[in-house]
């Protein structure tokens, strides 16, 4: 996949990495995997378990390390009452913010059948742009925020455009800022899904109802879910978590 560096310049102060770039995304069955700390698009063999990207793309769908997609601790925080338009100069983070991990959702069009089918990809990010009856693709602009794969540094996130010179889709432009701390790390106990500082029969509930992809969890959840810390939440950890509680 080729990368076409637009614009590139760092401010020393707080070390923040302001980047434009436009990807190419137009592809209906690859994604594009993309690391903000080489700032570069990169090849991964085995995405599920790589933490070496962050964000990867296939046309209009955005995934992020984590949930479904990935072993990583990242996700994606939208504000849709605030556009980046009157807002990209503020360097202070939202407080409280709440991850959204990767899940399944259902549109994902089939150039074949011209159908719409189920796949994985970060429903915060979804809304950065809704395509019309004409299907042209309208970007929000709305506030987004990135959490790493590691899960502990924040990217302010900015898709701007869809579509390239020739008005051809899936060539997305991003302006993206680096350089940002997760001061909320979770502090949660393993075991305890909802952080209630309590680990009971909730907790499973919890954790089944994800195992089942019936909910989402953001970093934090995932973290203290993964009972014996192997990087994954599945019904291993639910047996331990149920022996422990019966112990």
């Known amino acids: 996949m080729r990368l076409i560096i637009l614009l590139l310049f760092s401010t020393l102060i707080n070390?923040?990495?302001?980047?434009?770039i436009t990807i190419n995304t137009s592809s209906y069955s690859n994604w594009v995997y993309y690391s903000f700390d080489s700032h570069s698009i990169?090849?991964?063999?085995?995405?599920?378990?790589?933490l070496d990207w962050d964000l990867a793309f296939q046309r209009k769908h955005i995934r992020t390390n984590s949930g479904l997609s990935g072993q990583g601790n990242g996700g994606a925080y939208?504000?849709?009452?605030?556009?980046?338009?009157?807002?990209?100069?503020?360097?202070?983070?939202?407080e409280n913010m709440s991850f959204v991990t990767d899940s399944t959702l259902n549109d994902f069009y089939d150039v074949f059948t011209h159908t719409f089918n189920s796949g994985i990809k970060n429903a915060a990010l979804n809304s950065w742009g809704w395509f019309d009856d004409d299907y042209h693709?309208?970007?929000?602009n709305y506030v987004f925020y990135i959490l790493e794969a590691d899960g502990s540094n924040i990217v302010?996130?900015?898709p701007q455009y869809y579509y390239n010179q020739t008005n051809q889709g899936g060539y997305i432009q991003l302006r993206y800022e680096t350089g940002f701390q997760n001061e909320n790390l979770c502090d949660s106990s393993l075991g305890d899904a909802n952080n209630d500082s309590l680990i009971n029969v909730v907790d499973v509930v919890q954790i089944v109802s994800y195992v089942l992809n019936n909910s989402s969890f953001d970093a934090c959840q995932i973290s203290s879910?993964?009972?014996n810390q192997d990087g994954l939440v599945n019904v291993v950890d639910i047996v331990n978590l149920v022996s422990f509680i019966l112990s």
Not at 42 to 50: A, F, G
């Open 137 to 140: 693709l309208n970007v929000t």
């Open 156 to 158: 302010k996130f900015w």
């Open 225 to 227: 879910s993964d009972y």
């Open 15 to 20: 070390a923040q990495i302001d980047t434009l």
């Open 78 to 94: 939208v504000d849709s009452s605030l556009v980046w338009n009157d807002y990209w100069g503020n360097d202070i983070l939202p």
């Open 42 to 50: 990169i090849e991964i063999d085995n995405p599920e378990s790589s």
